[in-house]
């Protein structure tokens, strides 16, 4: 629709302000559908260590609610800060203003207008008015610039009145219905920039879409195959887990988790070249990553390289003051290097923070053997199983049960 050039029927400078009600529901509608669109990779994820459907809705319910808290109110705060800052929409008989920090749009430089209902905002805003995207077309040396308007940010009737003054002061008509394109001169100008405005709209969108859609395909991928050879691994099927491992690399070749995994799987098959390689590339990828240091020192103590170990799990100590293996670690290190004394604080600080775990206390009664507290060891090793550890462990079990036999006691 074509209409003649007049002047504005604003005679006074007057805003429309961003609507925190609308903000509001626009938070909540991007949190629901962010929360179920990110939950996906992890309920595919957490497939292989759920083994009931009560546990997998509950965990899987945890999660879309722990990222929706988060997203909304990050999201619903972004957007009440940008509102105060911005302040609205100025309207004033020389022009418009986007924000209060926007240049000044002249009435004149304005020669056209389109809005364009988008129902699938709506739906996913939880709107009960139709989102409608206002697009000015602007005249800018020569060139027809496009600026945007949304209604989500709105109250739907003063948007409505925005819209209208818009058309008035810029085209001279107010428009039957708001779902419209009206220019002032050189229409087919504005419908070109009108048409290149929807094709980049739908480009980004598509693209978005691809991209969403490879995200969640990738990390739920990974994460599927990294928790299938924790399983595996769990069960000392070590090669099979190794085999999942590179499954989930090859998805992810930087994921240093699963390179922790597949060190350690490795290390189990006695492959100890490769796992000190993997653990040193986690390492580089994840500095922090404690489970790397305590099985990188796994290879120096196998190496009797206890300075280095011990100096690589005092790093980890500060970066995890109440981790489990590096307490074990240390513990052995300092027995080797002759510490009894730090040995056992370092047990007793294990076993303080697992007092029942079969293998902190199996590891812990070795300890105590060595620097001849009997009764002590064969305390913590009163009611432990075979079945309890992981398979390299009974052997060790065996042995200190024999140590305490040479030494004169029964274990009941």
Same mark, same amino acid.
């Given at each position: 629709?074509?209409?003649?050039? +007049?002047?504005?029927?604003?005679?006074?400078?007057?805003? +429309?302000?961003?609507?925190?009600?609308?903000? +509001?529901?626009?938070?909540? =509608?991007?949190?629901?559908?962010?929360?179920? %669109?990110?939950?996906?990779?992890?309920?595919?994820?957490?497939?292989?260590?759920?083994?009931?459907?009560?546990?997998?809705?509950? $965990?899987?319910? =945890?999660?879309?609610?722990?990222?929706? %808290?988060?997203?909304?109110?990050?999201?619903?705060?972004?957007?009440?800060?940008?509102?105060?800052? @911005?302040?609205?929409?100025?309207?004033?008989?020389?022009?418009?203003?986007?924000?209060?920090?926007?240049?000044?749009?002249?009435?004149?430089?304005?020669?056209?207008? =389109?809005?364009?209902?988008?129902?699938?905002?709506? $739906?996913?805003?939880?709107?009960?008015?139709?989102?409608?995207? #206002?697009?000015?077309?602007?005249?800018?040396?020569?060139?027809?610039?496009?600026?945007?308007?949304?209604?989500?940010?709105?109250?739907?009737?003063?948007?409505?009145?925005? %819209?209208?003054?818009?058309?008035?002061?810029?085209?001279?008509? %107010?428009?039957?219905?708001?779902?419209?394109?009206? +220019?002032?001169?050189?229409?087919?100008?504005?419908?070109?920039?009108?048409?290149?405005? @929807?094709?980049?709209?739908?480009?980004?969108?598509?693209?978005?879409?691809?991209?969403?859609?490879?995200?969640?395909?990738?990390?739920?991928?990974?994460?599927?195959?990294?928790?299938?050879?924790?399983?595996?691994?769990?069960?000392?099927?070590?090669?099979?887990?190794?085999?999942?491992?590179?499954?989930?690399?090859?998805?992810?070749?930087?994921?240093?988790?699963?390179?922790?995994?597949?060190?350690?799987?490795?290390?189990?098959?006695?492959?100890?070249?490769?796992?000190?390689?993997?653990?040193?590339?986690?390492?580089?990828?994840?500095?922090?990553?404690?489970?790397?240091?305590?099985?990188?020192?796994?290879?120096?103590?196998?190496?009797?390289?206890?300075?280095?170990?011990?100096?690589?799990?005092?790093?980890? #100590?500060?970066?995890?003051?109440?981790?489990?293996?590096?307490? #074990?670690?240390?513990?052995?290190?300092?027995?080797?290097?002759?510490?009894?004394?730090?040995?056992?604080?370092?047990?007793?600080?294990?076993?303080?923070?697992?007092?029942?775990?079969?293998?902190?206390?199996?590891?812990?009664?070795?300890?105590?053997?060595?620097?001849?507290?009997?009764?002590?060891?064969?305390?913590? #090793?009163?009611?432990?199983?075979?079945?309890?550890?992981?398979?390299?462990?009974?052997?060790?079990?065996? $042995?200190?049960?024999?140590?305490?036999?040479?030494?004169?006691?029964?274990?009941?």
């Amino acid at each position: 629709m074509s209409m003649d050039a +007049t002047c504005s029927v604003v005679d006074k400078e007057y805003v +429309t302000p961003f609507d925190l009600m609308a903000m +509001t529901r626009l938070a909540l =509608g991007t949190a629901i559908l962010v929360s179920t %669109v990110l939950c996906i990779p992890d309920a595919i994820a957490i497939l292989p260590s759920t083994h009931s459907t009560f546990a997998f809705i509950t $965990r899987v319910s =945890g999660i879309w609610l722990s990222v929706f %808290v988060q997203w909304y109110l990050a999201f619903l705060g972004i957007l009440h800060i940008a509102a105060i800052i @911005n302040r609205g929409v100025v309207i004033g008989p020389s022009g418009i203003k986007l924000s209060r920090f926007s240049k000044l749009i002249p009435w004149s430089q304005i020669i056209g207008f =389109g809005a364009d209902a988008r129902p699938l905002a709506t $739906r996913l805003t939880l709107n009960a008015q139709p989102a409608i995207k #206002l697009q000015l077309y602007v005249t800018q040396k020569s060139s027809i610039k496009t600026k945007n308007l949304d209604s989500l940010f709105f109250e739907p009737a003063a948007f409505i009145s925005l %819209v209208n003054a818009i058309s008035s002061s810029s085209c001279g008509a %107010v428009p039957d219905s708001i779902q419209v394109v009206l +220019t002032r001169s050189d229409s087919e100008s504005v419908k070109t920039a009108y048409r290149k405005s @929807n094709t980049r709209s739908k480009l980004v969108t598509a693209y978005i879409a691809i991209m969403l859609v490879l995200f969640t395909a990738r990390g739920a991928a990974r994460n599927y195959f990294y928790n299938m050879a924790g399983q595996s691994f769990n069960k000392s099927d070590y090669l099979e887990g190794k085999r999942l491992c590179e499954f989930s690399l090859a998805v992810d070749g930087t994921y240093p988790y699963a390179l922790d995994r597949l060190a350690r799987c490795e290390y189990r098959l006695q492959d100890y070249v490769s796992a000190e390689k993997h653990w040193k590339k986690a390492l580089q990828m994840k500095p922090d990553l404690v489970s790397a240091k305590v099985g990188l020192s796994n290879i120096y103590i196998q190496r009797r390289q206890f300075d280095s170990a011990k100096s690589l799990l005092k790093t980890a #100590l500060r970066l995890d003051p109440q981790d489990i293996p590096v307490h #074990l670690n240390l513990g052995y290190v300092s027995m080797q290097m002759g510490d009894a004394a730090e040995s056992l604080i370092y047990f007793k600080k294990a076993l303080q923070f697992a007092p029942s775990n079969a293998t902190v206390k199996l590891l812990s009664a070795q300890a105590y053997l060595e620097v001849g507290a009997n009764a002590t060891a064969k305390e913590l #090793l009163r009611g432990i199983k075979s079945t309890d550890l992981e398979l390299h462990n009974r052997t060790t079990l065996s $042995r200190v049960k024999e140590m305490l036999l040479a030494r004169g006691e029964r274990i009941e």
